[in-house]
C-alpha cells in the first residue's frame, strides 16, 4: 500500500508542476517540454504511461479551451476599436495591450488575430 501511496504522490507533483507549467505559457515551448520529460523520468514514469497522458490530456483540454475564449475576447475588443482602414488610435491600443497581458497572449497570437481582423475590416469597406 505504501507503494502506491507514493506512486500517487508522484502522480499529484507531476500534475501540479504540468498544471503550472501550462498556465505560465500556452502552448508549452521545447525548454518547458524538456522540463517536463526529466521530471517524468524522474518520478519512474516512462514517456507513455497512461496515468501521465491521462492527466496531460485533461489539463491541455482545459487550457485551449480557455485559450480560444481569450483569444474569441481579444477579437471582440479589437472590433470594437478598429475604424473603417482597420486603423486603432493610442489609448485603444494601451487597452488592447492591458487585455492582452491579462488574457497572457503572447505577440504572436495577437499578431495573427490583428492581421486576420484587420485584413478582414478592410475587405468590408
Same mark, same amino acid.
Given at each position: ?61 482545459? %487550457? ?35 487585455? %492582452? ?25
Amino acid at each position: 500500500a505504501e507503494k502506491a501511496e507514493t506512486a500517487n504522490q508522484r502522480l499529484l507533483r507531476y500534475e501540479s508542476e504540468f498544471y503550472q507549467s501550462i498556465q505560465e505559457e500556452f502552448p508549452l515551448n521545447s525548454q518547458k517540454v524538456k522540463h517536463l520529460n526529466r521530471l517524468k523520468q524522474s518520478l519512474g514514469f516512462h514517456q507513455n504511461d497512461q496515468r501521465v497522458v491521462d492527466i496531460e490530456s485533461r489539463i491541455t483540454s482545459q %487550457r485551449e479551451r480557455l485559450h480560444l475564449s481569450s483569444l474569441k475576447k481579444y477579437e471582440h475588443e479589437l472590433l470594437k476599436f478598429l475604424d473603417a482602414d482597420g486603423n486603432c488610435c493610442d489609448f485603444s491600443r494601451q487597452v488592447l495591450y492591458s487585455l %492582452r497581458l491579462k488574457l497572457r497572449l503572447t505577440a504572436s497570437h495577437i499578431d495573427l488575430i490583428e492581421s486576420r481582423t484587420i485584413a478582414e475590416r478592410k475587405s468590408h469597406y
